[in-house]
């Protein structure tokens, strides 16, 4: 999730898109860059770090022209650097691109534009574009872009200039958010409105497919080489909303941002034709996976809910036995691992103090160490053997939902990877899998449309102060993050329980002021689901069942039902935690707490 701004008309375009770019620095924040027109000629400005530093480089070598992009970077290929800042260069220096996304096809059109001849200057994906581009470029930039986008596989939002065509921006989109703002003998281009609220409030949100010419006093859109209109949009939001894009809080925004987010973080990892797993980022071989005796994953709080998930894909995917630490309790006792140990940091500032001291542990044990973060650059992700990455962009609110889901994705990807390299998964159930996991962003976004619904009861319930939750099996981990979001935000006190053990103990708290929250989708401990549920009803208990559509048992015994949409029960975490965090939303706004910035937390714990 990066930030791009564009420019064509009478000012300074420099100054305007580093204007938009200040207001795009939560979208990524490791390196910037502004190229512009004059005089025929590309003036680029590159920098790494915050945004600031790029100040500093403009104000000792300022550039200017009536024309330009900006770009600010969250790496997805490459590590931040001058060189793998954008925008980018074709070979001739003329053609300059800024990108979103991720091109998941980038290294078959490197080698093959490298057999004829293009000489690339940085790591990343993006960069196949600027030269794809100049390999079709025939003086006509727009064509051009068409025609390279042809080859194109992926996620993209681009805007795109060149040197011999100064009158023109071209821009495209797919999957990837792009708007168009409408000014007097001026336009600009972002990928969030809240860039360009200072300049214009007329806008065209680009659809997915559409290829755009944009001059000062002209805005030209074809899908399928075909020329179409897009309405055009009055905004009225003031500054602060438009960063929410429109949504009253951050975590209302990033809970509706999964379905993106989700899809973001396996694209470029997953194949959907040859269902293969490319994890080059990490080196763990076939041979290491053989001799491992055993995988630790140590993380806190929600990611320590993530890793409890995935012990249940390690073991029964890969079978590998698995052992869940938290962070500042692994550090603390005797541990017994060695150089035949995997051991997994999960953690998404990257800084978390605890899970740091745990990882510098391991390394000095011999052990191999990966992390799973969301921040580039972060102290874990440069101290461990190996990084992956969530795609997530930027988290604001304090309380974790996409990064949450980001983390699950990437332990999907990594259990399916070590299955796959062990042979423990049939190519039956690799297929089935595979499918499932590219169809899932379809059914996150179903699954969002039950926000109403969800909304209404946490009306009836945002009163009560406490609350249990109740899951079995592969979902026991998400009954957890469900009672901490409603804790941290709403400040009920609440508890997750694995079900089959409510009747040692917690069913003495159980009566008719006591609201239970369970998970009871499709999976193979149902029917001992569906008897929980009994023994809490006989108690007096009001039911909240998350189920699927069409279930005919749960459905009569639950007081409330949230319908989510059916996945194979692996994949089933990352829908049903869904609802879990709207329910905790709704509750705590409607309790008039600070959702975004909870009393006592904060987004990353740097002490112990």
Same mark, same amino acid.
């Given at each position: 999730?990066?930030?791009?701004?564009?420019?064509?008309?009478?000012?300074?375009?420099?100054?305007?898109?580093?204007?938009?770019?200040?207001?795009?620095?939560?979208?990524?924040?490791?390196?910037?860059? =502004?190229?512009?027109? %004059?005089?025929?000629?590309?003036? $680029?400005?590159?920098?790494?770090?915050?945004?600031?530093?790029?100040?500093?480089?403009?104000?000792?070598?300022?550039?200017?022209?009536?024309?330009? =992009?900006?770009?600010?970077?969250?790496?997805?290929?490459? @590590?931040?650097?001058?060189?793998?800042?954008?925008?980018?260069?074709?070979?001739?220096?003329?053609?300059?691109?800024?990108?979103? *996304?991720?091109?998941?096809?980038?290294?078959?059109?490197?080698?093959?534009?490298?057999?004829?001849?293009?000489?690339?200057?940085?790591? /990343?994906?993006?960069?196949?574009?600027?030269?794809?581009?100049? @390999?079709?470029?025939?003086?006509?930039?727009?064509?051009?872009?068409?025609?390279?986008?042809?080859?194109?596989? *992926?996620?993209?939002?681009?805007?795109?200039?060149?040197?011999?065509?100064?009158? @023109?921006?071209?821009?495209?989109?797919?999957?990837?958010?792009?708007?168009?703002?409408?000014?007097?003998?001026?336009?600009?281009?972002?990928?969030?409105?809240?860039?360009?609220?200072?300049?214009?409030?007329?806008?065209?949100?680009?659809?997915?497919?559409? =290829?755009?010419?944009?001059?000062?006093?002209?805005?030209?859109?074809?899908?399928?080489?075909?020329?179409?209109?897009?309405?055009?949009?009055?905004?009225?939001?003031?500054?602060?909303?438009?960063?929410?894009?429109?949504?009253?809080?951050?975590?209302?925004?990033?809970?509706?941002?999964?379905?993106?987010?989700?899809?973001? /973080?396996?694209?470029?990892?997953?194949?959907?034709?040859?269902?293969?797993?490319?994890?080059?980022?990490?080196?763990?071989?076939?041979?290491?996976?053989?001799?491992?005796?055993?995988?630790?994953?140590?993380?806190?709080? $929600?990611?320590?809910?993530?890793?409890?998930?995935?012990?249940?894909?390690?073991?029964?995917?890969?079978?590998?036995?698995?052992?869940?630490?938290?962070? %500042?309790?692994?550090?603390?006792?005797?541990?017994?691992?060695? %150089?035949?140990?995997?051991?997994?940091?999960?953690?998404?500032?990257?800084?978390?103090?605890?899970?740091?001291?745990?990882?510098?542990?391991?390394?000095?044990?011999?052990?191999? $160490?990966?992390?799973?973060?969301?921040?580039? *650059?972060?102290?874990? %992700?440069?101290?461990?053997?190996?990084?992956?990455?969530?795609?997530?962009?930027?988290?604001?609110?304090?309380?974790?939902?996409?990064?949450?889901?980001?983390?699950?994705?990437?332990?999907?990807?990594?259990?399916?990877?070590?299955? $796959?390299?062990?042979?423990?998964?049939?190519?039956?159930?690799?297929?089935?899998?595979?499918?499932?996991?590219?169809?899932?962003?379809?059914?996150?976004?179903?699954?969002?449309?039950?926000?109403?619904?969800?909304?209404?009861?946490?009306?009836?319930?945002?009163?009560?102060?406490?609350?249990?939750?109740?899951?079995?099996?592969?979902?026991?981990?998400?009954?957890?993050?469900?009672?901490?979001?409603?804790?941290?935000?709403?400040?009920?006190?609440?508890?997750?329980?694995?079900?089959?053990?409510?009747?040692?103990?917690? =069913?003495?708290?159980?009566?008719? /002021?006591?609201?239970?929250?369970?998970?009871?989708?499709?999976?193979?401990?149902?029917?001992?689901?569906?008897?929980?549920?009994?023994?809490? @009803?006989?108690?007096?208990?009001?039911?909240?069942?998350?189920?699927?559509?069409?279930?005919?048992?749960i459905s009569k015994k639950a007081d409330y039902q949230i319908v989510v949409p059916e996945v194979d029960e692996f994949f089933s975490p990352l829908i049903n935690v869904i609802p879990l965090q709207f329910f905790a939303y709704y509750v705590a706004t409607m309790r008039g707490c600070d959702v975004d910035q909870p009393r006592n937390l904060a987004k990353s714990v740097t002490v112990e």
């Amino acid at each position: 999730m990066c930030g791009i701004v564009g420019y064509i008309g009478s000012k300074n375009s420099a100054e305007v898109i580093y204007n938009g770019l200040e207001k795009l620095e939560y979208r990524g924040y490791d390196s910037a860059g =502004i190229a512009v027109i %004059s005089d025929n000629i590309i003036q $680029t400005r590159r920098s790494v770090g915050k945004l600031k530093n790029l100040k500093s480089n403009l104000d000792l070598n300022p550039i200017s022209g009536n024309i330009g =992009i900006g770009h600010t970077r969250w790496a997805t290929h490459g @590590k931040p650097s001058e060189e793998n800042a954008h925008p980018h260069t074709d070979c001739s220096g003329k053609i300059v691109v800024v990108h979103n *996304g991720i091109i998941e096809n980038y290294v078959s059109i490197k080698k093959q534009l490298i057999s004829e001849g293009h000489k690339f200057k940085s790591e /990343t994906d993006t960069e196949v574009v600027a030269h794809l581009i100049e @390999k079709y470029y025939k003086n006509d930039i727009l064509k051009a872009v068409k025609s390279a986008l042809k080859e194109v596989r *992926g996620a993209y939002a681009l805007a795109v200039i060149c040197a011999d065509e100064p009158d @023109k921006v071209i821009v495209a989109r797919y999957d990837a958010p792009l708007v168009i703002a409408k000014g007097k003998n001026e336009n600009f281009i972002a990928s969030d409105v809240s860039a360009l609220l200072n300049y214009a409030r007329d806008v065209i949100f680009l659809e997915n497919g559409d =290829i755009c010419e944009i001059k000062k006093d002209t805005i030209n859109i074809f899908n399928q080489d075909v020329e179409v209109k897009r309405e055009t949009q009055k905004i009225l939001w003031d500054a602060i909303q438009a960063e929410k894009c429109g949504y009253k809080h951050f975590m209302l925004k990033e809970i509706y941002e999964q379905a993106q987010t989700i899809q973001d /973080t396996f694209r470029g990892r997953l194949s959907s034709e040859k269902n293969v797993i490319t994890l080059d980022d990490i080196n763990i071989t076939e041979e290491f996976l053989k001799e491992i005796s055993r995988i630790y994953i140590i993380a806190c709080g $929600t990611s320590y809910h993530a890793g409890l998930t995935a012990k249940f894909l390690f073991e029964s995917l890969a079978s590998i036995p698995t052992e869940v630490d938290i962070a %500042s309790e692994f550090r603390y006792r005797d541990y017994v691992i060695d %150089s035949k140990s995997l051991v997994i940091f999960i953690s998404q500032s990257g800084e978390t103090a605890d899970t740091l001291a745990a990882l510098r542990i391991a390394k000095q044990k011999g052990s191999k $160490t990966l992390a799973i973060c969301n921040v580039v *650059g972060s102290s874990i %992700s440069r101290e461990a053997d190996n990084i992956l990455y969530t795609h997530c962009g930027p988290e604001i609110g304090v309380a974790s939902t996409k990064a949450f889901t980001g983390q699950l994705t990437v332990l999907y990807l990594l259990a399916l990877d070590f299955a $796959t390299k062990l042979n423990t998964i049939s190519k039956e159930k690799l297929d089935l899998l595979v499918k499932e996991l590219w169809d899932l962003p379809v059914k996150v976004t179903e699954c969002l449309k039950q926000s109403g619904r969800i909304e209404k009861i946490a009306k009836e319930f945002h009163l009560k102060n406490q609350f249990i939750y109740l899951a079995r099996n592969i979902n026991y981990p998400i009954a957890l993050e469900g009672a901490l979001k409603l804790k941290e935000i709403s400040y009920i006190y609440a508890e997750g329980y694995a079900a089959g053990e409510m009747k040692h103990g917690p =069913i003495a708290l159980i009566d008719e /002021t006591m609201p239970v929250m369970v998970i009871a989708t499709k999976s193979k401990v149902y029917e001992k689901v569906l008897s929980n549920i009994e023994e809490a @009803k006989a108690r007096g208990a009001k039911i909240i069942a998350v189920i699927n559509a069409n279930d005919k048992e749960i459905s009569k015994k639950a007081d409330y039902q949230i319908v989510v949409p059916e996945v194979d029960e692996f994949f089933s975490p990352l829908i049903n935690v869904i609802p879990l965090q709207f329910f905790a939303y709704y509750v705590a706004t409607m309790r008039g707490c600070d959702v975004d910035q909870p009393r006592n937390l904060a987004k990353s714990v740097t002490v112990e």
